[in-house]
């Protein structure tokens, strides 16, 4: 399914870390653009963090990586220029609060231009807990670059010493008089590159980082103000909708548009397998969709939400067949260390076991939605993205036409969870307002976002674990179908591993998750070690630390236990259960606390320790903690996409149960803050130890099935 | 096709549309109120919440025909000459909100719940707001910035009456007595 379109997303899907492919060229011009759009002011361009590390006295040549620049205008305001999408991350703020940090200008004196094509740099997208520790420094290194500028030019201008300036609410003053980074850049065109060792402040110096600093335009959410991409309207648009296979594939078949194409205004759009209708109104649109008469051809034989993990391992096929054929190959080489099948022949016990991991959706409460604007040869599309140069890129490709005549604006969007990497409905809008000769908005219903947007991939994961007499683990062999590579290495201790991902043809379209296959990883990991732990009669948190030797793992796995009261839960009958791991360079334990009535679960409490490295917004910080516990909580309880014969089966939001009110356990969450340690990306860890720490707690109280969600058997 | 005059935020607005189109798209596609958002259009989200007759009430699945002679207040309508509602400022302090697209039907339904209920619970608090979908898991804060809510409409309103019921609204969209009489389609979307 989807073939092509999963090769060309593959690396990003799995492992977030393709390089960069685009043209420098294109770049400079767009650099040199902007800078001529501004008209004055001091622009400085960003470079890779990574500059900073090839040494002092570092190539001062044109920039060949631009990530970011920044502007200083005649007023004195700063804006910083990026490619980095805001989805409720809050990165407004928190790369907002770095640029003003190191200018030394009051935060509301800065403001961002993110992810406008035309206007910022290459950017890969908005993943991977990626923006903190990469784009945040970026910047701030660019304000750094820019505050020694503005200071040489200080000290010209107000004929003192350089040393005796001192630089703040943007202005630096020495020898009894004073000037304005305005005044300083008044009427000239500035630019600058930042150095390869551009200075940065050390942590301790820190005002506006590192303080719980509220969100930039919160006012505009709380009033309603604030336009997401399916509020957004141009002058003469016009509505379009998609026609659409009554489940998730099918082939167009059979289409009579007559009686669609007789009403007022309406325009039928038929392209191979694409349909669609643009009307004046979103609701004669949703009336013409459904006055189209067209029938989709659904191929038989596809596996079902209970078929699905042997289809996954190749089991539904003929054994002389190989398994998995088409995808193969990539990601399916095994890392190995010692001889885990010797050690596991060798041991004293050993533990098998398989895990299920379903489809789960992400469910992002703003659908995917685009408004597209043609102008002669030029496109311009609005839309919900974290990768808006990856979906321009789709839509030059799907038009044949050259990126540099795409531009691809992102409102700050209604949030994406990993959800929203791809540009289908810019491309359908697109379409349309190309048929139309007008501009259209596309927004998708939320069925269509069930079966037309992409999953978090199913899995089975199949593990084998030998221990010595003594309870040590010596074997520990992990097979993953399907779901990912993420967090697949153990951090544990043992002398002989296996680890290897295989992928495998899914039948639903698949991409990446907050936390990716890592979640899944977790939950069988840290799901066996309590299998074993219990097993041999030893305390889950001893018995981990007993394989650990990893200081940032084993402190949060005690600051955790501690923080629960570990090992009694905190009310006599309830279960209490933890689990551990790192994933993305932070340091993740959680403790729940569950009761049982009848075969229901229900979480009573939930302990969080986490350590990230520095913490840039505490406040902000804590939120996506929090946010990211709280999703946890749907896979680990209750959400996993059931479908047959082509169609999902509970594609709508009163099927597919999300976490709400009732679901949510008090939380306690404890920060490390490792001042010493860079920060990393905090958006996603906190995710991967959810389930199994509720489905060991469940344990206590009965057994449960190897499977997401956690139930009782 | 029928017309309707809609009583939104204090003024009338002439309407043309069909009698089972929703309320939500009258609000969003002709009256560019785009506050109130789309999130599942079966009334399961919370983000389409408006108040109709000082009832939260879901637009989305709420037939324009049944709320034409209704008292309509959506988040545009909540703040007065830019001063935000206490519930608005509430949000905002607290920062009760990430991507902020289930903000505006949160804010409703908390308007909605401390004019019935002044001095909420946590647990009644969260049987309030179950059907309001915060997916980017924001549910502490939105808790805490509804007690801070409450707390300061209290102390702005001592003449709360032994009722627990808040005076009339401080909006000036007039609030009728006793219990307002609801259509149809809003009381199927109370349930």
Known sequence: MNAHHDDTIEVERYELSSPSTYLFEMERRTFLAIFGVLGSGLLVAATQARAQESGRGGERSAPTDVMAWIHVNEDGRVTGYTGKTEIGQNIRTSLAQAIADELHVPLDRVSLVMADTDL????QGTFGSLSTPRMAPVLARAAATAREMLID????????PRASLRCDAGQIAGGGRSVTFGDLVKGRQLTGVVPADAPLMPRSAWKVRGTAAPKVDGRSFVTGEHRYTPDLTRPGMLHGRVLRPQGYTGTLATFDDSAARAMDGVTVVRDGNFAGVVAPSARVARRAAAAVKAEWTVPDGLPSSTTVYDHLQGRDRSPSGPSSTTAAGRGSTPTQTGDPAKARAAAARTFTATYRIPYIAHVPLEPRAAVAEWEGEKLTVWTGTQRPFGVRSELATAFRMPEERVRVIVPDTGSAYGGKHTGEHAVEAARLAKAAGRPVKVVWSRPEEFSFGYLRPAGVIEIAAAVDAEGRLTAWEFDNWNSGGSGIATPYDVPNVRTQFHPADSPLRQGSYRGLAATANHHAREMQMDAIARALGVDAVEYRLRHLTNDRLRAVLQAAAKAAGWPKPSVEGRGLGIACGTEKGSYIATAAE????????????LVVAYECGAIVNPDGLRHQVEGAVVQGLGGALFEAITFANGAITNGNMAKYRVPRFKDVAPMEVVLLDRQDLPSVGAGETPIVCVAPAIGSAARALGAVADALPVRFV | MPSYTLRINGKAHEVEAEADDTLLSVLRDDLDLTGARYGCGEGQCGSCTVLVDNRAMRSCVARVSAVAKAQIVTIEGLATNGTLHPVQQAFLEVEAFQCGYCTSGM????V???????????????RALDR?????GTHARIVKAVRLAAERLRAATPSAGADGRLPPSPLGFGVPSGEPALPRAAQEAQR
Do not use: Y
């Open chain 1, 120 to 123: 910022v740099p290459f950017d």
């Open chain 1, 153 to 160: 030019r200080a000290a010209e201008r107000l004929g003192a």
């Open chain 1, 594 to 605: 569950v009761s049982r009535t009848d075969n229901v679960l229900k979480v009573e409490r």
């Open chain 2, 107 to 110: 804010v409703m339904a908390t």
């Open chain 2, 112 to 126: 909605a719940l401390l004019r019935t209920n002044p001095s909420p619970t946590d647990a009644d608090i969260a």
């Open chain 2, 132 to 136: 309001n979908v915060c997916r980017c």
